[in-house]
């Protein structure tokens, strides 16, 4: 651009900038861009010249922040092409037409020099320039609103605060039909405990940023009408809810070869015959011949993609007209299932993510999508053959173990060789595979409102694979968790006790779910999954009302979730991530609750959402998609395939 040209500014909450900004979340890096302009202007030629502005307009600028980089979409991929960015930090004052009118001063007087030394030094790419809000910059925490707000009156109000704001979302060209997710929890940078309640507000990526002002002044003049909740907050953010395995990635080679591996070589020396909760699986990694299904070809390579993968929930006993006396199944996500069936495809969006794409209508994944998999039909439909371990992680292991045999300074090449030598042999003896898909929800049931994905896995024999539905061991909680008190009741405090077991659900009674007449708002409810591990989280009973973008081709309807988060109680790390989608949630007493289905990043945190639908929903989908092929389900007490039941004590 030439200095003489009128800069085109365009302001957004928080954040004034030219060119237009990319939505945040977004990454910074320092790329080849970067580089060459450094070498044509010199290493101190920006440096200078732009604070030296900014501090005029800006007396409080950080001026440490003030800086070049190459601005990116959060998580895109490494191709990707960024914008050259000068990049301020400052304080957003109270008043955002005073702050936001001082910085559009600045950036274009900023950018008009930066032009200057452009035409002087003969670069003709475009260098932004960008003023954040500290606010923006900062890591946020999050917990549920408390229990006494849920008494004084939210549990009743927050209908009422969800229909509205959603009509005054509907209202705004720019929000409308836009809405991802509607919550409300405290959210701030401060501990969670002093964060203000907040309505967090979801919105797809093509909802303008630049345009939100309005719809955010005229929901805080609303919440304002609601005088018992002092300082209630809305926010407004881009994101989407994503049902749960692992992100697809490309091979291995591409992923793991050459890299450097801090942990050591791999996390494991061998794999266990048994399948157990919380164990990773995946369809099966080796399609039949001829078949493509799992590996989609990408547009821009021809590189094999990973299936997705997800975790064992548990394992059940199922009562059906062909088996009387019970057989044993896993629970898992259905979502984990789906790229075994023809119609699977991925595609390559803008900032090269790979994105899984709908199926076209009367395939085969488009008739599980629309209509789940049922008992009788799985005898006759193709099997989708799923395993465990998934062949993603191998993979990984493999590739680790090479990486360090082959590194010439490594002393323990002859153990680690041995270690890869039974992780192959597993894989090609076939022991990896686990069974097949026996019925599944598919994605257009909902049960009270709670969108259902779940699968249940027939296993190829009764006896070998079926593990235990043990949970962690005391010391598993106590190396994961600081707290006594966040430890389940099934442990001593105070001395080594056996393991714990996972027990059916509790009962309910009336038409409230498990989730609602079992627990309290703000209760501890713990999880084991494929990627996080053991993992404790704080249930927030406020229902948040969600819409998740892989289902739109079936239904674009809201469904009604619990939501479980890390709130205080664990240590820098979600309460569930990606790879956990299937596992299970129990109680103190280690009782089934629920089953972990979606996900949702919120922006400047390290927190997720987790989203959680009430097991006894999915025990009556269950049966109800059966019909009346299934007739009891049970957590298994048997915990190893043997016809042995564990003992164990319960601690205070």
């Given at each position: 651009m030439s200095p003489t040209e009128q800069v085109k500014i365009y302001s957004i909450h928080g954040r004034v900038a030219t060119p237009p900004p990319h939505p945040l979340p977004i990454e910074q890096r320092w790329d080849e861009q970067c580089k060459t302009i450094e070498k044509t202007f010199g290493p101190s030629t920006l440096a200078s010249r732009a604070p030296e502005i900014f501090v005029k307009y800006i007396p409080k600028v950080d001026i440490e922040s003030v800086g070049l980089t190459s601005q990116v979409p959060a998580e895109c991929h490494s191709s990707f092409k960024g914008q050259p960015t000068i990049v301020a930090v400052a304080e957003w004052h109270d008043q955002p037409e005073s702050s936001a009118r001082t910085w559009e001063r600045a950036v274009i007087e900023v950018k008009q020099a930066i032009d200057s030394l452009c035409l002087l030094h003969g670069y003709h790419d475009d260098i932004g320039v960008e003023i954040i809000a500290?606010?923006?910059?900062?890591?946020?925490?999050m917990a549920p609103i408390t229990a006494e707000l849920v008494d004084q009156g939210m549990g009743r109000d927050w209908p009422v605060i969800k229909n509205e704001v959603t009509n005054i979302l509907n209202s705004h060209p720019a929000t409308k039909d836009h809405l991802v997710s509607l919550n409300i929890f405290r959210l701030g940078t401060y501990t969670p405990i002093f964060n203000p309640p907040t309505v967090l507000i979801t919105v797809d990526s093509e909802s303008p940023e630049t345009e939100w002002q309005p719809v955010i002044d005229e929901i805080q003049r609303f919440l304002r009408t609601f005088v018992t909740y002092v300082n209630l907050k809305v926010q407004i953010e881009h994101g989407a809810v994503e049902l749960w395995p692992y992100e697809l990635h490309r091979g291995p080679i591409w992923n793991y070869a050459g890299s450097y591996h801090p942990d050591g070589?791999?996390?494991r020396t061998h794999y266990e015959t048994k399948v157990n909760l919380g164990?990773?699986?995946?369809?099966?990694?080796?399609?039949?011949?001829g078949s493509e299904r799992l590996y989609q070809k990408t547009i821009d390579d021809?590189?094999?993609?990973?299936?997705?993968?997800?975790t064992v929930g548990c394992w059940l006993e199922i009562k059906t007209k062909a088996f009387p006396d019970g057989v044993k199944v896993a629970l898992t996500s259905y979502r984990v299932v789906r790229p075994a069936y023809e119609g699977f495809k991925l595609d390559v969006d803008a900032t090269g993510k790979f994105r899984i794409t709908p199926p076209a209508q009367g395939t085969e994944l488009w008739l599980a999508d629309k209509h789940g998999v049922v008992p009788s039909e799985s005898n006759n439909a193709p099997k989708v053959k799923v395993e465990s371990p998934a062949g993603k992680n191998h993979n990984?292991?493999?590739?680790?173990?090479q990486d360090w045999i082959n590194f010439p300074a490594y002393k323990e090449k002859a153990v680690t060789e041995q270690e890869l030598a039974r992780l192959v042999e597993f894989f090609e003896?076939?022991?990896?595979?686990?069974?097949?898909?026996?019925?599944?929800?598919?994605?257009?049931?909902?049960?009270?409102?709670?969108?259902?994905?779940?699968?249940?896995?027939?296993?190829?024999?009764?006896?070998?694979?079926?593990?235990?539905?043990?949970l962690p061991s005391f010391t598993s909680w106590r190396k994961e968790h600081c707290s006594p008190n966040e430890y389940p009741k099934i442990w001593s405090y105070d001395s080594y006790t056996p393991d714990g077991v996972l027990k059916d659900p509790p009962p309910t009674s009336g038409s409230d779910n498990i989730l609602e007449h079992h627990l309290k708002q703000g209760e501890l409810v713990y999880m084991v999954g494929a990627t996080t591990g053991p993992s404790i989280g704080v249930l927030n009973k406020m229902p948040a009302y969600v819409k998740t973008s892989e289902v739109k081709h079936i239904s674009s309807d809201t469904s009604t979730e619990y939501t479980v988060v890390r709130g205080w109680v664990a240590k820098s790390r979600p309460f569930a991530k990606?790879?956990?989608?299937?596992?299970?949630?129990?109680?103190?007493?280690?009782?089934l609750l629920g089953l972990v289905s979606r996900g949702q990043k919120v922006l400047h945190s390290c927190e997720i959402i987790c989203y959680v639908t009430p097991i006894d929903v999915v025990f009556r989908d269950i049966k109800d998609l059966s019909n009346g092929e299934i007739t009891d389900i049970k957590v298994l007490e048997v915990l190893d395939g043997t016809g042995e039941t564990e003992e164990m004590s319960e601690g205070d």
């Open positions: 500290e606010e923006l910059t900062r890591d946020k925490f070589p791999g996390q164990n990773d699986m995946s369809v099966s990694s080796t399609p039949p011949p021809a590189a094999e993609m990973h299936p997705l993968v997800g990984r292991e493999v590739v680790v173990k003896n076939g022991k990896h595979e686990l069974g097949t898909v026996y019925c599944a929800s598919g994605y257009n049931r909902r049960l009270n409102n709670h969108l259902l994905d779940w699968a249940l896995i027939m296993p190829f024999s009764q006896e070998e694979r079926v593990g235990k539905n043990k990606y790879g956990d989608s299937g596992s299970v949630v129990w109680d103190k007493d280690g009782r």
